[in-house]
């Protein structure tokens, strides 16, 4: 079995992962998904990692006793808002190594002046939303960084979508996750959650299209 199909296996079976590491680790369970959320967010290049189904699963725990609401919801919270921090400030520091370099075949000082443009006037939005498309969420703190978006602002749209993200997708799988229904299909539940939260992507881009194709 390859990387990439053990990687899509896990994602789809996060419910069948997660029950054995709880009953194995216990308390140092929180400490594990705090780790897969802040790494999912946090580098650039994990942005396979589950974020979505893992947050569902947790809640759908939480509700049978597994694991406390309040305490995970406080550390996944937590985890996310660091994440995205730790991605700017990465993105940050490699934009400042990049631009100090005469010729740079991949990133040019335009890119990171539009990209800081397009965050200036469209961050909130990009950031809030972004949390809710997978591999997109770990994109869009980095290429804030890259363009310099200022952090006052970041940080105050990191803390707001860190925390709807997490709230949402826990609290779903707290109140649903454990209905018969889902527990039996919990793959394909997997599946839809991933595809909805495509969703607010897809019509911002079509929305941007209309727009674009309205002042031609």
């Given amino acids: 079995m390859s990387i990439i199909s053990q990687i899509i296996n896990y994602m789809l079976n996060i419910d069948q ?4 590491l709880i009953n194995h680790y216990g308390i140092l369970a929180y400490f594990i998904l705090f780790l897969i959320i802040f790494i999912e967010t946090g580098l650039v290049v994990t942005p396979f990692l589950p974020g979505d189904s893992l947050l569902f699963a947790a809640g ?18 937590s985890a996310a808002i660091l994440g995205d921090t730790v991605n700017y400030h990465i993105g940050k520091l490699m934009s ?4 100090n370099k005469k010729h740079n075949k991949f990133i040019k000082k335009e890119y990171i002046d539009k990209t800081n443009a397009y965050y200036e006037k469209y961050g909130g939005k990009t950031l809030i939303i972004a949390r809710f498309v997978p591999i997109v969420r770990t994109f869009a703190p980095f290429v804030a960084g890259l363009g310099k978006m200022h952090y006052g602002k970041f940080i105050s749209y990191n803390a707001i979508g860190g925390f ?19 527990k039996n ?21 079509i929305k941007y ?3 674009s194709a309205d002042k031609v």
Wanted: charged share 5%; net charge negative.
């Fill in 164 to 182: 709807a993200w997490v709230t949402v997708l826990t609290l779903i799988g707290y109140f649903f996750g454990n209905i018969t229904i889902v």
């Fill in 185 to 205: 299909h919990f793959s394909l539940v997997t599946v839809g959650i991933i595809f909805i939260s495509i969703l607010p992507a897809l019509y911002e881009i």
């Fill in 17 to 20: 992962y997660l029950e054995p």
């Fill in 96 to 99: 400042d190594k990049w631009l």
């Fill in 60 to 77: 759908a725990f939480a509700a049978l006793g597994s694991l406390n609401l309040l305490v995970l919801l406080f550390i996944l919270i």
């Fill in 209 to 211: 299209k209309v727009q």
